[in-house]
């Protein structure tokens, strides 16, 4: 495999992505696909996942890696976050040839500093997520905005366990009129069940098994889905009990297509929402249930 080409700037990785464009286009070949997978570095299987998924749409794939300040509340969870491009690039390079990989600093991202421009995903962005971590969603659709016009892609690559940001990222595109499809890609689990994340990485070991609860919760609310919501969440509560280190944030039913809580009369495809802090780690999951 080719090792993925790595650009630190804007103009860099937009020049690589016209080449790429025009390389292939010679000769009169029909419009090459270019398609973006956004990630905060520190990969795992659940972004190469993305970039299966974004080489099987697009010819020309880039993985951009940004830790964006914008989108953290806290400093502290900013400086905690793990930044790992050196083995990122060599894990991209290991699993596909001819990645582009876009890793601004900060500066190249924000010369001014945070941006007095930004974009608002509205209600909906200061619910869940957003409640616990304030301007947390405005700080990422700026970003991938911004993204989105740097590389300029036809597709956009996102995971479903961050099922508030995929939604709002969609939302985002059809309210702002991006040429841009979105598309998702379902979550990967560890073998036990815990979604992955590059979170998990900072769990000790009495914290990842508690962090099993989750993934458990969801599980019982998905096998008790046929007796009603509240039965749902009432099986999700109590496969949480008694678990120390778990404290959870919001367990939620929403309307996958709202993302607004259902009552008891929805029926068809709802989603299972959990956020918990466990040791000091915020973890989210969720799981699609029917509602007969
Ligand atoms: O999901 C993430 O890793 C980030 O929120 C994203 C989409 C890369 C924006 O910074």
């Given at each position: 495999m080719?090792?993925?080409?790595v650009e630190?700037t804007?103009?860099g990785?937009?020049?690589r992505?016209?080449?790429?464009?025009?390389?292939?286009e010679t000769?009169g070949?029909p419009?090459a696909?270019?398609?973006?997978?956004p990630?905060?570095?520190?990969?795992?299987?659940?972004?190469?996942a993305?970039?299966?998924?974004a080489?099987?749409?697009?010819?020309?794939?880039v993985?951009?890696?940004?830790?964006?300040p914008?989108?953290f509340g806290e400093k502290?969870?900013l400086?905690?976050y793990?930044r790992?491009l050196?083995?990122?690039?060599?894990?991209l390079?290991s699993?596909a040839?001819?990645?582009?990989?876009?890793?601004?600093?900060g500066?190249?991202?924000y010369?001014?500093?945070?941006?007095a421009?930004?974009v608002?995903?509205?209600?909906?962005?200061?619910?869940?997520?957003g409640?616990s971590r304030?301007?947390?969603f405005d700080?990422?659709?700026?970003v991938?905005?911004?993204l989105?016009?740097?590389v300029g892609?036809d597709?956009?690559v996102?995971?479903r366990?961050?099922?508030q940001?995929?939604?709002?990222v969609?939302r985002?595109?059809?309210?702002l009129?991006?040429?841009i499809?979105?598309?998702?890609?379902?979550?990967?689990?560890?073998d036990?069940?815990?979604?992955?994340?590059?979170r998990?990485?900072?769990?000790?070991?009495?914290?990842?098994?508690?962090?099993?609860?989750?993934?458990r919760?969801?599980e019982?609310a998905?096998?008790?889905?046929?007796a009603?919501?509240?039965?749902?969440?009432?099986?999700?509560?109590?496969?949480?009990?008694?678990?120390?280190?778990?404290?959870l944030?919001y367990?939620?039913?929403?309307?996958?297509?709202t993302?607004?809580?259902?009552d008891?009369?929805h029926r068809?495809?709802?989603l299972?929402?959990?956020?918990a802090?466990?040791g000091?780690?915020?973890?989210i999951?969720?799981?699609?249930?029917y509602?007969?």
């Amino acid at each position: 495999m080719t090792q993925p080409i790595v650009e630190h700037t804007i103009a860099g990785i937009r020049e690589r992505v016209r080449s790429a464009r025009a390389e292939i286009e010679t000769g009169g070949a029909p419009r090459a696909r270019v398609a973006l997978v956004p990630t905060m570095g520190a990969l795992h299987a659940g972004h190469l996942a993305l970039v299966e998924r974004a080489r099987e749409v697009a010819d020309i794939v880039v993985v951009s890696v940004f830790v964006n300040p914008l989108q953290f509340g806290e400093k502290a969870d900013l400086e905690a976050y793990p930044r790992t491009l050196d083995s990122d690039v060599e894990l991209l390079g290991s699993v596909a040839d001819g990645l582009f990989v876009f890793a601004p600093s900060g500066e190249e991202m924000y010369p001014n500093g945070f941006p007095a421009t930004r974009v608002s995903g509205g209600a909906i962005a200061d619910r869940f997520e957003g409640r616990s971590r304030r301007g947390h969603f405005d700080g990422v659709l700026t970003v991938v905005s911004k993204l989105f016009h740097i590389v300029g892609p036809d597709v956009a690559v996102f995971g479903r366990k961050d099922a508030q940001q995929a939604f709002l990222v969609e939302r985002m595109v059809r309210d702002l009129d991006f040429p841009i499809t979105i598309e998702t890609v379902e979550i990967v689990r560890e073998d036990d069940g815990l979604a992955r994340s590059s979170r998990n990485r900072r769990l000790g070991s009495g914290e990842r098994i508690a962090a099993l609860a989750l993934s458990r919760a969801l599980e019982a609310a998905a096998s008790s889905a046929d007796a009603g919501i509240d039965a749902a969440i009432a099986a999700a509560q109590s496969a949480l009990m008694g678990e120390r280190l778990v404290t959870l944030d919001y367990l939620a039913i929403v309307d996958p297509t709202t993302f607004t809580p259902v009552d008891d009369g929805h029926r068809g495809r709802a989603l299972v929402l959990i956020a918990a802090d466990v040791g000091g780690t915020r973890l989210i999951d969720n799981e699609s249930i029917y509602l007969r």
